[in-house]
């Protein structure tokens, strides 16, 4: 794997930090995020550990992985205070006995790609179901300021074009039965767990769903079109579409994921589901095209129309735009364009 550039990094920390957020609420607390060695939560623990140095906020991290040794090493660089920084190997199968208060909660454990919750379906089900039960059984309720479930804007299932972008109560179908279902139907039934036991011990809870997030770190092997655009790049290699490109997708770089994640933590109504997207969607087709011939055209890549089907099943939506208007009027605001987010993604390695 490739070592990441740790000045992107550590700029991209800094223009989080830089946001005019009521971080103090951090100060001297701690934070649990759960699926510590996963894309998203591994760019919020860095980001939790550069805003406690540069502030002085003494901000504490409770990580919880299933294999601690592999997860520890994603975590040896100089933004974070090994000190202020504690791993707790936990499936989340079972409910176990914690010895410290824990502040806030981010419940970032789950597959999100299509290739691994394929083979093993259970690593989306789990942590979305008896994992969330598991967490609330475990933590209590004495001092939980607010409980983030991380979910996704696939919940809304198949909408009509016609009135895309949604808000956070607009729903459609999805097909229970199908493989591919199992990641946005364990993420529904999450989120009603979520609001369930979050009642049952009187802790206030939040809902986050992000759509499609990209940036430094993504897995070459995801399955999904975007990590191997960014592969192909990263390896001068044209770029190869397994199907016609024709579908619309929302392509948000992780800093503008990650601040908007906080800020719901940190400002979020209990009970309430925010949309996280960027709405300036994007066919995929195009944003190949954008790649080779205006991000990247020193590299003279080419894209190429495999005629091979795709190795992976997934949730074929024609449009995934969303209503983000809630979250906005908490502050948010997306601020990295799909130029500047894919050049600092290719940048990084």
């Known amino acids: 794997m490739y070592s990441l550039n740790q000045k992107i990094l550590k700029n991209d920390y800094e223009q989080i930090a830089l946001r005019r957020y009521p971080w103090e609420k951090f100060k001297n607390k701690t934070i649990m995020i759960t699926g510590g060695s996963g894309f998203l939560a591994k760019h919020l ?72 919750f394929k083979l093993d379906p259970t690593s989306a089900v789990i942590p979305n179901t008896v994992g ?11 001092s939980l300021e607010n409980f983030l479930y991380l979910s996704t804007s696939g919940v809304y299932g198949f909408i009509p074009d016609k009135e895309r972008p949604n808000n956070e109560s607009t729903f459609g179908s999805l097909d229970n039965t199908l493989p591919q279902s199992v990641y946005l139907e364990s993420k529904r039934m999450g989120e009603t767990i979520t609001l369930v036991w979050g009642k049952k011990f009187s802790v206030p809870v939040t809902i986050v769903r992000p759509s499609i997030c990209y940036g430094p770190g993504i897995d070459f092997d995801d399955g999904r ?25 929302n392509f948000c770089y992780v800093t503008d994921v990650i601040a908007g994640i906080f800020l ?50 997934r949730v074929q939506f024609t449009r995934t735009q969303v209503d983000c208007s809630k979250i906005r009027h908490l502050g948010w605001e997306e601020k990295v364009s799909i130029a500047d987010g894919f050049k600092r993604t290719i940048a990084s390695y």
């Open 45 to 116: 623990i860095n980001s939790i550990g550069y805003i406690s140095k540069v502030f002085d906020y003494n901000i504490k991290v409770l990580v919880t992985t299933r294999d601690i040794n592999r997860t520890k090493t994603l975590y040896s660089n100089k933004n974070l205070d090994a000190s202020l920084l504690t791993f707790i190997q936990w499936d989340l199968t079972r409910s176990i006995e914690i010895d410290r208060e824990i502040n806030f909660v981010i419940h970032a454990a789950s597959a999100a790609s299509p290739r691994i």
């Open 225 to 249: 079109s975007f990590a191997d655009f960014i592969k192909a790049l990263v390896m001068s290699e044209d770029i190869i579409l397994e199907s016609d490109g024709k579908v619309f997708r």
């Open 132 to 142: 969330i039960i598991n967490l609330f059984s475990s933590l209590g309720s004495s």
């Open 264 to 313: 719901v933590l940190l400002k979020g109504i209990d009970g309430e589901a925010y949309n996280l997207a960027t709405e300036n969607e994007i066919r995929i087709r195009d944003l190949a095209s954008k790649l080779v011939n205006e991000f990247f055209p020193e590299k003279n890549l080419k894209v190429v129309f495999s005629k091979k089907p795709s190795a992976v099943d």
